[in-house]
């Protein structure tokens, strides 16, 4: 259903959409999500019922982050594509 909503938004969209997913194995999700306030609303049982390894979209629309992109090379890197500026392309 998600890639439903994503294609129509996209579709829709008059602009350039730019979509990013997160290549991130579900051991490593468990062990972030048990750092944030929502670990006590759900748990591994729920997270792997939902959890599909890298769900992406048909056609090749989105750009992947790997797990061991910092948030400083991921920030540069979103917009890097989304800006089109070359100064923030990451240097890796």
Same mark, same amino acid.
């Given at each position: 259903?998600?890639?439903?909503?994503?294609?129509? =938004?996209?579709?829709?969209?008059?602009?350039?959409?730019?979509?990013?997913?997160?290549?991130?194995?579900? %051991? +490593?999700?468990?062990?972030?999500?048990?750092?944030?306030?929502?670990?006590?609303?759900? $748990?591994?049982?729920?997270?792997? %019922?939902?959890?599909? %390894?890298?769900?992406?979209?048909? $056609? $090749?629309?989105?750009?992947?982050?790997?797990?061991?992109?910092? =948030?400083? +090379?991921?920030?540069?890197?979103?917009?890097?594509?989304?800006? $089109?500026?070359? %100064?923030?392309?990451?240097?890796?």
């Amino acid at each position: 259903m998600s890639q439903d909503v994503l294609r129509s =938004l996209r579709d829709d969209h008059p602009g350039r959409s730019h979509f990013f997913s997160f290549d991130i194995p579900f %051991e +490593e999700t468990l062990r972030r999500h048990a750092g944030r306030p929502q670990s006590v609303e759900f $748990g591994a049982e729920v997270m792997r %019922e939902w959890y599909v %390894e890298r769900d992406l979209l048909p $056609g $090749g629309y989105e750009t992947v982050i790997h797990q061991d992109s910092s =948030l400083q +090379e991921t920030v540069r890197h979103v917009l890097a594509r989304t800006l $089109g500026h070359s %100064e923030y392309a990451s240097d890796a």
